[in-house]
């Protein structure tokens, strides 16, 4: 097996050191992990794909991560402006399609007892942005046909045109 000789700062030992208690005394491991990481991110940042964060769950409490390109955004709000969907759907590196939901209802938080809280978000109430709370979803597919019934019909077009067209054309001018 070959080596390699790696030089670490002093700054970076209690680093070092960490990373092989965490890979079960084997640094080799850990090195190799977090280069495989590295790699595959940078490649895909060289290839326009982006690391995506979305939040999950009843009001957010959780994120989940991979790595995509944004497809589109869509938001629709009910005729009493009381709820408002926000869709986001993306495609992954693997090829899949991610839809990221958030639904929110005014009347919700105020049976909750917390519509002032909502109020404090100016933003909000000028109909800019979308609602910092509501139930948050993330569905995966792995076609544009499974992800059709899911979003309004003019979002899924949109999509269906981001995706048959490349994320970034480079024009030669």
Do not use: C
């Not at 076609?143 to 003019?154: A, I, K, M, N, S």
């Amino acid at each position: 097996m070959p080596n390699k000789t790696i030089y670490v700062s002093d700054d970076d030992l209690k680093l070092f050191a960490r990373a092989q208690e965490l890979a079960g005394g084997n640094l080799s491991a850990a090195i190799a992990t977090a280069m495989r990481r590295y790699v595959e991110l940078e490649e895909g940042r060289l290839e326009g794909w982006d690391e995506i964060i979305v939040r999950v769950g009843h009001a957010g409490s959780r994120k989940q991560r991979f790595v995509g390109v944004s497809l589109g955004e869509w938001r629709e709000s009910s005729d009493d402006g009381n709820v408002m969907d926000t869709y986001h759907v993306y495609r992954s590196r693997g090829g899949k399609f991610v839809l990221h939901t958030q639904h929110s209802d005014w009347n919700e938080l105020s049976e909750q007892g917390n519509w002032l809280k909502g109020l404090g978000d100016w933003r909000t109430l000028l109909g800019i942005g979308s609602p910092n709370w509501g139930n948050f979803t993330l569905d995966v597919f792995e076609t544009l046909d499974e992800l059709r019934d899911r979003v309004p019909p003019q979002f899924f077009t949109m999509v269906v045109q981001a995706a048959e067209h490349p994320t970034v054309e480079d024009l030669d001018i």
